[in-house]
């Protein structure tokens, strides 16, 4: 089990930019695969983006060219940079380590208005 702790969320206006945090409290390198999600009330939870440990990187198709996730393995952090926001980003954004971990942060709020 890990604990993952989301931060950077916050509002921002339509075409700007956010860049999300998600600390994670063991060695990154023991995670094969951490993804980031997003979920607004009333719709299941979907993937946004998600990357091995190898650097093999996916996005859904409304992320693809906008957001790119990384991982700093000497900071055992994953980021999620979200450029050219639009109000349908606005979402709670959560951290997760794949199986067999299985873990989720607490979420972060992003809200994307004028």
């Known amino acids: 089990q890990v604990r993952l702790v989301e931060s950077g969320g916050g509002e921002v206006q339509p075409g700007g930019s956010l860049t999300l945090s998600c600390a994670v409290s063991d060695s990154i390198y023991r995670i094969n695969r951490l993804g980031w999600f997003r979920q607004v009330p009333g719709k299941q939870r979907e993937l946004v983006a998600s990357i091995t440990s190898g650097g093999d990187s996916t996005y859904a198709d409304s992320a693809k060219g906008r957001f790119t996730i990384s991982r700093e393995s000497a900071k055992n952090t994953l980021y999620l940079h979200m450029n050219s926001l639009n109000p349908k980003d606005t979402a709670v954004y959560y951290c997760?380590?794949?199986?067999?971990?299985?873990?989720w942060g607490q979420g972060t709020q992003v809200t994307v208005s004028s």
């Open positions: 997760y380590a794949f199986p067999p971990f299985s873990d």
